[in-house]
């Protein structure tokens, strides 16, 4: 349909970080295929990709006040991706949380714990967008978008076991 192309609806690039400016860290830069622990934790793994990474850590800070330590693995890359580091941290931690902007269906996110749950049977959890498309409206686009209280509840019931 002409005039009628669209974000898709499983965004890997993210319209909400072009205007970002900053300089670029050499030294932080991306290797094809391997994630970075990009904070440590001994309590739940959370499994994220670019702009839910962010999301990820103000969640481990909100769960850091409860007691409650967080670690976050940055995949950085989804094919390849690093399952040594995520299997190594599940290992230590025993829980999973993946936070991921595309629906359940087909996510990353079920990769990434059905990996897991075959080598090792932890705890597991995945926060994602609904099954539905974008919302056009901002407002609403918004609260499509997982956010860090959506992260909070699922390590809560992980911990809990509720």
């Known amino acids: 349909m002409p005039g009628a192309l669209r974000r898709s ?4 690039e993210r319209e909400a970080l072009y205007a970002r400016k900053g300089w670029l860290d050499r030294s932080r830069a991306a290797v094809i295929g391997r994630a970075a622990v990009v904070r440590e934790g001994d309590d ?11 999301r990820a850590l103000t969640a481990a800070e909100q769960l850091a006040s409860r007691g409650v330590e967080a670690e976050v693995i940055d995949l950085r890359t989804l094919a390849p991706w690093d399952r040594g580091t995520v299997l190594r941290s599940v290992q230590r931690t025993g ?25 090792m049977r932890p705890s ?3 926060v994602t967008a609904p099954s539905s498309p974008i919302p ?18 699922a390590v ?5 076991g509720s």
Not at 143 to 153: D, L, Y
Request: charged share 25%; aromatic share 6%; net charge negative.
């Open 9 to 12: 609806a499983f965004p890997l």
């Open 156 to 160: 809560e019931a992980l911990l809990t």
């Open 136 to 153: 056009f409206s901002p407002a609403l686009e918004v609260e499509w978008i997982p956010r860090p209280e959506k992260v909070v509840a």
């Open 95 to 119: 829980r999973l949380v993946t936070v991921e902007e595309a629906p359940r269906e087909c996510g990353w996110g079920a990769e990434v714990v059905s990996t897991v749950a075959e080598q």
């Open 124 to 126: 597991v959890a995945r």
């Open 44 to 54: 739940v793994t959370v499994v994220a990709v670019s702009m839910m990474v962010e």
